[in-house]
């Protein structure tokens, strides 16, 4: 039988609003999570969520709370962020360093304008995101390193493809040991970033109507969830990007490095948020957001999550 077209499309919106609640009443009441008021853009405001601060704020602090039998949960899972370096990682950073030093059809690299070693790219990862003059725009490193490549390499390198996942690796390192530094309370275009960050953070979405915060708050944050431990939103940045094997999402060959978009990507999926877009401007803000949550807190790359002391863990 041959329905006209019209009629079809009429039947879908009449069925579509028989799905859909009758009036705004029936949807949740809060459209954020509670909370988003008292994040500030550095560590110590773990303080205020939840209250593990004291036991993870420094390695002095770390080691003694460990000592006077600390369970990994009591310290918000933070203690294994910056103590195990991976050696299985060193493998994906040689990658990194080969396209870092890959030449196009003119013999140029990276390295021709960045140093070799990424000399000139030391310490930097620290303080990225960052704004971008010409591009007139916040920038991740990521997004640096896919319009150094395309503008000036003719490399199609853009962010979550392998080439760029792995260089960020690199360069990444080249962070290691350097305190995170967001200036994120001036006015401008990173304190603007930073507030957006936060807002989508504690906005509800998705199928769940889950928040970022739904997980990454107490009281979820430190219990169990589908088998794993989400953590408060402090200080993790700091970490990446990060080797993060055996997990990877479908369609990956980055030997298992996720780059910081790439994880708010993968918990986006996880709880049924509609993924963004690596690189785009929400993105980018959710990034300014966690890193700035960071500042005050040493780089830590490579770690890896799996790769840990676990004898003392819960
Ligand atoms: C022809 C020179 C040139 C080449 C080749 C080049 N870059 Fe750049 N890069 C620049 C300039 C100039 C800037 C300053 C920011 C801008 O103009 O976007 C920059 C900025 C950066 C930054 C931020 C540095 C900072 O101090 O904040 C990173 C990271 C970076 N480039 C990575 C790369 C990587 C990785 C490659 C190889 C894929 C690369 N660049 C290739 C010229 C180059
Ligand atoms: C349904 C619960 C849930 C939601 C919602 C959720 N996450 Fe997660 N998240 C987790 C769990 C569980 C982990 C730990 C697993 C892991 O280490 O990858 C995690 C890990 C992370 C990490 C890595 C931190 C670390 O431990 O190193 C970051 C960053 C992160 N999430 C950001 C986000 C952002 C941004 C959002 C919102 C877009 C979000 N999450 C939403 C559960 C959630």
Redesign the pocket.
Known sequence: MNIPRKLKLLAFGACLAAALPASAEEYPKFDYMPGKELAIPHVSGDAKFSNTYQYWKDEKALEDAKKSGKMSHEMNYKDFRWAVKSFDAEGAIDIGRG??NEKNAKG???A???GAEGK??KG?YA??P?Y?K??KRVVT?PT??K???TE??G?D?KENTRQNTL?DFF?GSLSDGKVVKIDATSPGPIKASYERGRDLFFKRGGHFNFACASCHTPPAAGKYLRGQRPTTFFGDAAQYPIYHFPYALPGDDFEYVFTLQHQIKSCQILSRIYPGEEGSPAMTDIEVFLKASANGYKMSVPVAEYNMDTSYLD
Do not use: D, G
């Open positions: 396209y870092y140029q690299s990276c021709s304008c960045h000139k790219l930097i303080n990225y960052a971008n010409r591009l490193v640096q390193i319009t150094c490549a000036r390499l490399f390198w260089i360069v």
